[in-house]
Every structure is written in C-alpha cells, then in structure tokens.
C-alpha cells in the first residue's frame, strides 16, 4: 500500500509515536442546569454509562486530553466527530456577546474578545509551526490515538476541506485501514462562493470511517427530490405511484432467466423475483403492463405514499450553513450547525 512521507514522521528508521502522557483533569467550572434538561441528558446516557461525563467540555492541548481518556475510555467511544483546522491562518481567538441579564430580552449586550492562550499558542505551532509537515504529524498522532479510543462499533467522521482534505484521507487509510472506509460525503456548506480565476469553494468533505465490521448504521432516509416525484404518475384512484424494476443482473448466471406471461428479460439480465412473488403481484394489480398485456420488465408498481422517503446519498445539499440571523449562531468562524451533527449521531 503506498504511504504518505512527511518530515518527523519516522525517526532513527522508526515511526515517531504519539505522547500518551496521561494528565489529570480539573474541574474549572460546572454550568447549572434545569431539572428537565438534567432528566434529559440522563436518560439519553442511561444505557450503562457514567452520567458524570455528559456534557463535558475539556479545555487544552489535545496532545495531553487524548491520552488522558484512553484510561476510562479505551474501546468505548462509540461515535467520534472531529472538525480539525484546514490550515487555516487564524489564531482562534473570537468575539463573544452575552447579555447583562440573560433571563430579559431587552437586557443590554456587552461584548468580549477571547484570545488565545499559552496552551493554545503552543498547539498552534505544534500543528502549524512547520507548515504542512507538522499537520500531518499532529493529524496522526490525533487519528492514532482516536482510533485506540473507539469501540468495535464505532466509527468516525473526519471533517475537512480542499486545502489538506486529500492528504487526510491517506492518513485514515494508514490508521485505520483502506478496507475501513465507508464514505467521502460531499456537504454543499453554502450557495454561492465568488472568487476570481476559479471555481467557487462551496462544499466540505466528511471522510466516515468504521472501527471494524460491526460498526452502528441506522439507515437515514431523506425528502424525495423534485427529479424524483417527477416520475411518479396518478392511478384512476389518485394514488401517486411509479414502475420498479423487476430484473437484476445476471451476466454470469441462469437464476431468473425465465419467460413470464410474454415477456422474458435481456440476455445478461433475469427476474429478480421468484416466479411465485411475480404471480402473487399479479394477482394483487401490482404489475404494470404494455400495450399488449405482457409484464414491463420495470412493472412493480409502487406507490409513493407507502415509502419512507429516500435513503440519503452521499452528496448533503440539504443541510444549511448558519445564517447570520439564527439563533443558532454564536459568530465562532468554524461553527457548523446543529442539524449536520444531529445527521451524523443519528446515522452512527
């Protein structure tokens, strides 16, 4: 398998490995929380796990978290959702505005600036010090240990954009190996991106990756588009409905290779259905039909008020950035919205 090569990724002829120094955590500060949403969190983590660990905010270098985890938590994360920096130039420090008074409305606004602190400025040039030599250095050391803290059913989504995207995907191919991966998803984060001399940057791309075989899949399924309801038509009952196709291939096989009631499929093709199944459809009015009165090869009928919706595809257009006027902002520049996350948990 080919291997990406980067400065300080081997040292004396050997793999430079993570830090796995494990520190103790702090608490800073503990937020209150109303009786219902404490009723809430607990009984979305009741299935065994320790409820002191809902909701925490662990603040430092990941280089010293990540190794501070592994002794509760290795094998036991089931999802993990990281939305590293894309070399960036930012420095992560951001502006906040809270109201003197939360619980009114028309309370006056103050405003504040966080900069960045020692520990923040250390990571900084550990990720970016030596440009892209040092992120991929950081980025595997991070997916290394990450892949320690997953359970067997675990997965991960990775979320990147077109400046070191490419060169991630070779390093989780590395970690967690080329047979792990799922998907490369596509999320169309905006509509309109004008720069000149090329083509507008819109998209993100999110790398999901399995810990091994018996990763969590909860099928999503999705609104049909307009392509998609265009070719359904109206029944003498007003039901929406349109043909599936009753073939599958066959190159290599004689399953199905059958005439039914007039019609036989092509050479390379057979009834994807048994001979009884076809019969029963056709006894229930569920076969359309040619002109002649012979079976359409893509004659199931079906209708549309008994599906689901449509299985989500790879390509999400139909998850918005945050406006500017939601509710959901908090003007952090890397911020994504809730309901692309609330995807990726429900899916994983």
């Given at each position: 398998?080919?291997?990406?090569?980067?400065?300080?990724?081997?040292?004396?002829?050997?793999?430079?490995?993570p830090v796995r120094i494990a520190l103790p955590f702090q608490t800073i500060e503990t937020?209150?929380?109303?009786?219902?949403?404490?009723?809430?969190?607990l009984d979305f983590f009741s299935a065994g796990r320790d409820t002191e660990w809902r909701n925490r905010l662990i603040w430092g270098d990941k280089k010293y978290v990540l190794p501070s985890l592994l002794e509760e938590f290795a094998g036991k994360v089931n999802l993990i959702y990281i939305d590293p920096p894309f070399a960036t130039g930012a420095n992560f420090?951001?502006?906040?505005?809270?109201?003197?008074?939360?619980?009114?409305?028309?309370?006056?606004?103050?405003?504040?600036?966080?900069?960045?602190?020692?520990?923040?400025?250390?990571?900084?040039r550990d990720t970016w010090g030596k440009g892209l030599d040092s992120f991929l250095q950081?980025?595997?050391?991070?997916?290394?240990?990450?892949?320690?803290?997953?359970?067997e059913d675990g997965s991960i989504y990775v979320h990147m954009d077109d400046n070191a995207g490419h060169y991630v995907k070779v390093l989780l191919d590395e970690v967690f190996g080329a047979d792990k991966f799922i998907n490369e998803i596509s999320w169309k984060r905006t509509n309109v991106h004008n720069t000149a001399g090329r083509y507008g940057r819109v998209h993100d791309v999110i790398f999901f990756y399995r810990k091994s075989d018996q990763f969590t899949w909860n099928e999503i399924k999705t609104d049909f588009s307009p392509e998609q309801l265009s070719r359904y038509k109206q029944d003498e009952k007003g039901r929406w409905y349109t043909g599936q196709?009753?073939?599958?291939s066959r190159p290599d096989s004689d399953s199905g290779k059958f005439e039914w009631r007039g019609t036989m499929p092509a050479a390379n093709r057979g009834w994807g259905y048994s001979l009884e199944q076809l019969e029963k459809w056709w006894a229930e009015g569920r076969i359309l039909t040619k002109k002649d009165g012979t079976p359409r090869l893509d004659g199931l009928k079906v209708y549309l008020d008994e599906k689901e919706g449509t299985a989500l595809q790879s390509i999400w257009t139909d998850v918005s950035r945050i406006a500017n006027t939601s509710s959901e902002r908090l003007n952090y520049p890397t911020q994504k919205p809730e309901a692309l996350l609330e995807r990726i948990i429900k899916a994983s």
């Open positions: 398998m080919p291997e990406l090569i980067w400065d300080g990724k081997y040292k004396d002829g050997k793999k430079v490995a937020i209150n929380e109303s009786a219902q949403e404490r009723q809430r969190m420090s951001f502006t906040a505005t809270v109201p003197a008074h939360p619980e009114d409305d028309d309370s006056e606004t103050q405003s504040f600036t966080k900069e960045p602190g020692i520990l923040e400025q250390k990571a900084y950081w980025m595997y050391e991070t997916l290394a240990i990450l892949r320690d803290l997953l359970a196709d009753l073939t599958g």
